[in-house]
């Protein structure tokens, strides 16, 4: 019977066109959202199961959609447990524009929303400018010692590799890299994977899962040089 319910829908055109009509119905964005709300939520609960020390940093805040869940998840699941939370935008958009999709006119972020979300958490803090700008004051550096999650969503090359640079001496063993957009491709041909392997070539590390449009989530295991 279950064969034959199999053979049934492999060879009904009708039944074809119907999932595929539904399928395009629902925006991609709101199913790529709630697969990055789910990378969120798992890695922050797998953080907390493991023990790993360290700082949520997250690159892109845009309207603070995803820093609210965020928040959300470390009160359900680290509940007193106050970790620091830094969030990093602009909220100008982009140092250029390189890209059809992506363009500063689209990415100008609220940062008043921005910050009001952030009050709901004593101890998150919002850094407002360019990443290459933001990322090498000296008292930053010196604060952030260790980073237990960072969470990308630059969606340029040119943004991730100031990112990557800052990060990397300061990550936990076993710590995870939330990275949306991580293949996609500039009108340079240059993509934020291509900055990853550039400086973590020498590093420990495993792409333990997928999300959205290109996104990955990535464990990160320590450096070898």
């Known amino acids: 019977m279950l064969f034959d319910l199999k053979d049934l829908v492999k060879n009904n055109t009708f039944l074809h066109n119907l999932a595929?009509?539904?399928?395009n119905l629902v925006p991609t964005f709101i199913i790529h959202n709630f697969e990055k709300?789910?990378?969120?939520?798992?890695?922050?609960?797998?953080?907390?199961?493991?023990?790993?020390?360290?700082?949520?940093l997250e690159f892109g805040?845009?309207?603070?959609?995803?820093?609210?869940?965020?928040?959300n998840c470390y009160k359900k699941i680290y509940k007193k447990e106050n970790v620091k939370i830094f969030a990093f935008d602009s909220f100008e958009g982009f140092p250029e524009d390189n890209h059809k999709i992506f363009k500063s006119q689209n990415y100008t972020g609220n940062y008043e929303k921005v910050k009001k979300i952030a009050l709901r958490h004593s101890n998150c803090r919002i850094i407002k400018g360019f990443f290459r700008n933001t990322l090498k004051d000296d008292n930053l550096k010196k604060e952030i010692k260790k980073i237990s999650i960072t969470f990308i969503d630059c969606d340029y090359a040119i943004s991730?590799?100031?990112i990557f640079?800052?990060?990397k001496p300061k990550l936990s063993y076993g710590s995870y890299l939330i990275i949306d957009d991580f293949h996609n491709i500039d009108f340079n041909k240059n993509s934020i994977s291509k900055e990853f392997n550039k400086l973590f070539n020498k590093s420990d590390y495993q792409i333990t899962g997928y999300f959205g449009l290109h996104g990955v989530i990535i464990r990160f295991f320590g450096n070898q040089e």
């Open 20 to 23: 595929s009509i539904v399928s």
């Open 37 to 56: 709300f789910k990378a969120i939520r798992f890695t922050i609960e797998n953080a907390y199961m493991d023990s790993i020390d360290g700082d949520y």
């Open 61 to 71: 805040s845009l309207t603070g959609s995803s820093l609210n869940h965020a928040i």
């Open 160 to 162: 991730s590799k100031d």
């Open 165 to 167: 640079e800052f990060i």
